[in-house]
């Protein structure tokens, strides 16, 4: 059975940080790009960051360039964001997320990837 499993949330002053982690099991995704999504209450799911099969190239949400940093170790099927400098605003449920349908083009879409995690709980306090 195939599972992405998130951890590292948790509640964060203002200007803290966090390191959540996405490892994944039941197979290998590998050669997929992979994603973080966010989502509050009442809003659509929001991409905040990906990072191509390789860790070579990275992608993010502009209001997080600079705070966060997407990095993925294949060899352990992991995918981790490190969030630095967090504000209130990023509070929200974060999701990872994978799946062969995911390119360059569509990565910024959360109706291109298959496979997707619980979720863990950032909130950061003012």
């Known amino acids: 059975q195939v599972q992405l499993v998130e951890s590292g949330g948790g509640l964060v002053q203002a200007g803290g940080s966090l390191r959540l982690s996405c490892a994944a099991s039941g197979r290998t995704f590998s050669s997929y790009a992979k994603g973080w999504f966010r989502q509050t209450p009442g809003k659509e799911r929001e991409f905040v960051a990906g990072v191509n099969w390789s860790g070579s190239r990275s992608w993010y949400l502009g209001s997080v360039e600079g705070r966060f940093t997407i990095s993925r170790d294949n060899a352990k099927n992991t995918m981790y964001l490190q969030m630095n400098s967090l504000k209130p605003e990023d509070t929200a449920v974060y999701y990872c997320?994978?799946?062969?349908?995911?390119?360059?083009?569509?990565?910024?879409?959360?109706?291109?990837?298959?496979?997707w995690g619980q979720g863990t709980q950032v909130t950061v306090s003012s």
């Open positions: 997320a994978t799946g062969p349908s995911v390119t360059i083009g569509t990565m910024t879409s959360a109706t291109a990837y298959d496979y």
